[in-house]
């Protein structure tokens, strides 16, 4: 059975810093493509980021050079460390193992001053 379970987020200032974190059980995370995803309210979910078998990284454009997706793989975590917030940036965040049907709880990121 495949469990992400998500920690990390919550509520912080323009400008602040938060990481998520992934840890996964049942798969290994090294061996697979993850991907972290947002939905805002009333949006669309949305692919933030993504990190290969190769530690190779995609991010969409509004989150780049500010978020960094990254994984330990002696932990089985996928992390995403998340700079410089902005108000636009407020949404539920999801783990997932990329192209699969494998999802985290969702955690919640508020940016508001």
């Known amino acids: 059975q495949v469990n992400l379970v998500q920690s990390g987020g919550g509520s912080v200032q323009p400008g602040g810093s938060l990481t998520l974190s992934c840890a996964a059980s049942?798969?290994?995370?090294?061996?697979?493509?993850m991907a972290w995803y947002r939905q805002a309210p009333g949006g669309q979910r949305e692919l933030v980021a993504t990190?290969?078998?190769?530690?190779?990284?995609t991010y969409r454009n509004s989150v780049k050079g500010r978020f960094t997706i990254s994984r330990d793989n002696d932990k089985n975590t996928v992390y995403l460390q998340m700079n410089s917030l902005k108000a636009e940036d407020t949404a539920v965040y999801y783990c997932?193992?990329?192209?699969?049907?494998?999802w985290g709880q969702g955690t919640q990121v508020s940016v508001s001053s």
């Open positions: 997932n193992v990329f192209g699969r049907s494998f």
């Open positions: 049942g798969i290994s995370t090294g061996s697979l493509a």
């Open positions: 990190i290969t078998t190769g530690d190779s990284t």
